[in-house]
């Protein structure tokens, strides 16, 4: 399920605002320039789909993007619970960065966490199938997929070498509530 936390930086307790509504989540997003919408699934998809298929499926909506934004580069990840690697990757993703260019996601299957620090707040995005969030380059952020990811992406670059990340050295992150506290309190 989507939804939207936004805490003030100095409390990961306390959420000042809570919605799982599609549109307030978009416009309190948006207000920040953040991209956030609901695209339609594919049911064709199956879930263990290889990138090929789901581009296919996807197409129109990934042409889309590109034109608009002008994207080079287009792939997908795909996690599993029995991933070798979750535990790396996980951790990977959780510390706050930056990237030179928008980071922008659409979550074909599964869910996971985007944290975003602009000006004193913590917006916690909880992205679900059908989610696409795009998160405007040199936004801080991190990203939790939880202890046992389950989740298929199309991930848009414009640039050719992908996913690079330039961290803050900020600990903030480890002040939040986690994909595992956040999810399950969502699960209603």
């Known amino acids: 399920m989507s939804f939207l936390h936004i805490y003030h930086e100095a409390d990961g307790e306390q959420p000042i605002v809570s919605t799982h509504e599609g549109e307030r989540i978009a ?3 948006a207000f ?3 991209r956030f919408e609901r695209w339609t699934l594919q049911p064709n998809v199956e879930s263990n789909a290889n990138q ?3 581009l296919a499926a996807y197409a129109e909506d990934v042409a889309r993007l590109k034109k608009e934004a ?4 287009v792939d997908v990840i795909g996690m599993t619970p029995d991933h070798p690697d ?3 990757l996980r ?3 959780l510390d706050e960065h930056r990237h030179s260019e928008d980071e922008v996601r ?3 299957r599964g869910e996971g966490i985007f944290y975003l620090h602009i000006e004193q707040r913590i917006y916690a ?3 679900a199938a059908g989610d696409l969030m795009s998160v405007p380059a040199g936004t801080s952020h991190w990203f939790d997929m939880g202890p046992e990811p389950n989740f298929t992406a199309i991930r848009l670059f414009t640039n050719q070498e992908g996913w690079i990340a330039n961290m803050t050295g900020s600990p903030i992150a480890s002040r939040f509530p986690r994909f595992e506290a956040l999810s399950g309190a969502t699960a209603s």
Do not use: N, R, T
């Open 32 to 34: 920040h320039g953040v």
């Open 86 to 88: 979750k535990v790396s």
């Open 52 to 54: 090929d298929a789901v």
């Open 106 to 108: 659409f979550f074909v």
């Open 27 to 29: 416009a309190e997003l």
């Open 125 to 127: 995005v909880g992205c």
């Open 91 to 93: 951790k990977k993703f």
């Open 70 to 73: 002008g994207f080079a580069a």
